[in-house]
């Protein structure tokens, strides 16, 4: 069997119960205090999260109405719609224009072409039957009497020259004799375009 014994060389003094417990209330205080740290700098932590990711929201709000916004100018500037759009454009007002030029013949009716008739009279020509036609190809029928078939000729290439008339082909000319024994005459023609 073997003896030991310790020695203390040191001697401390003994602790009292009050410097215990200032030391456990040190260490108390010190451990409220680390919490109430740790919470302040959790909550601040906590903050600047939030804030982060409401700028965050924002920005992303913004680059979607940015997306949307250039989307829109994209469909707005796209080449091929614009060319379509304008096309469609151009055919309406072409569309339009034709039937403005339909309505502008109609308007002026028969009168200039009545005119044109008037103006290339001749004292050995008469004009008995006259039928115009109002269509694209301005057709003219003339039936008359006439002293002298030689004066035929030079009425149809005046005729002919006419602006307001173009009768630019007699498709039919017919010249028979009345039962009075007087020649009369029957011209077909259609306006050139």
């Known amino acids: 069997m073997t003896l030991r014994q310790d020695i203390d060389l040191l001697q401390r003094p003994p602790v009292s119960l009050a410097?215990?417990?200032l030391r456990a209330e040190f260490c108390l205080g010190l451990f409220v205090i680390t919490a109430v740290l740790t919470v302040l700098i959790s909550s601040y932590l906590y903050y600047q999260q939030q804030h982060v990711l409401h700028q965050i929201t924002v920005l992303h709000t913004l680059e979607m109405s940015d997306t949307q916004t250039l989307t829109q100018w994209q469909e707005r500037l796209d080449p091929e719609k614009f060319l379509r759009e304008r096309e469609e454009q151009v055919t309406a007002t072409q569309q339009q224009l034709q039937v403005l030029s339909h309505m502008d013949r109609y308007?002026?009716?028969f009168s200039t072409r009545m005119q044109a008739l008037a103006q290339l009279s001749q004292s050995s020509l008469w004009l008995m039957?006259?039928?115009?036609?109002?269509?694209?190809?301005?057709?003219?029928?003339?039936q008359g009497l006439c002293l002298d078939t030689?004066?035929?000729?030079?009425?149809?290439?005046?005729?002919r020259s006419n602006h307001e008339l173009p009768a630019q082909q007699v498709y039919h000319l017919q010249v028979k004799r009345t039962p009075e024994g007087n020649p009369s005459f029957a011209l077909d023609s259609a306006g050139g375009t």
Do not use: C, K, M, T
Not at 129 to 142: E, F, G, Q, T, W
């Open 19 to 21: 410097d215990q417990l």
């Open 107 to 109: 308007r002026l009716g």
């Open 129 to 142: 039957d006259i039928r115009l036609d109002n269509s694209a190809h301005r057709a003219v029928h003339l």
């Open 150 to 159: 030689r004066a035929l000729p030079a009425y149809i290439a005046r005729l």
